[in-house]
């Protein structure tokens, strides 16, 4: 289903949330919205890969890596786990990795920037609880719909 961010909010905007434009998009597929997964971690990317590894069809990975641009929270091989599992796109509010490798996978990524360094393993974070960054709440079963021109959030599914 093909949607544009502006006509979403030109349509709902009265009931809508729109992200600070602080992301770059990686990945072929600019365009992707879904139900909201959050995960809140620092510098360890061990649950984004668990999770990544559940069915992820009509839903988006939100992750809150604190903002760091120190070390990588996805690279192509979670790329590719997240299309193997059917996730719509991932919005890391941190770094990637592999980017020219993920911009040849038909996914949507959003992420801060890039870094080759990867993260550290300790298997630490939290899942499915309410996120801020960017200027917006990221709540778990909302919807996000993203697109090259930004991110926005709606509490209900507009498509």
């Given at each position: 289903m093909t949607f544009t961010t502006s006509d979403l909010w030109d349509i709902h905007g009265d009931t809508l949330a729109c992200a600070a434009p602080v992301f770059n998009n990686y990945g072929m597929a600019q365009c992707f919205h879904g139900q909201i997964v959050t995960l809140k971690l620092f510098e360890d990317n061990s649950l984004v890969r668990e999770l990544l590894k559940t069915n992820g069809q009509g839903k988006v990975?939100?992750?809150?890596?604190?903002?760091?641009?120190?070390?990588?929270?996805?690279?192509?091989?979670?790329?590719q786990l997240a299309l193997d599992n059917h996730w719509s796109g991932l919005i890391i509010y941190g770094s990637i990795r592999d980017s020219t490798q993920i911009s040849q996978m038909p996914i949507g990524i959003k992420a801060l920037n890039t870094c080759p360094v990867k993260s550290i393993k300790r298997n630490e974070g939290q899942v499915d609880i309410s996120l801020n960054f960017a200027g917006v709440n990221f709540i778990p079963g909302q919807y996000v719909y993203s697109d090259a021109d930004g991110i926005i959030v709606s509490e209900s599914s507009l498509l």
């Open positions: 990975l939100i992750v809150d890596g604190g903002g760091s641009t120190r070390c990588a929270l996805v690279g192509d091989q979670l790329a």
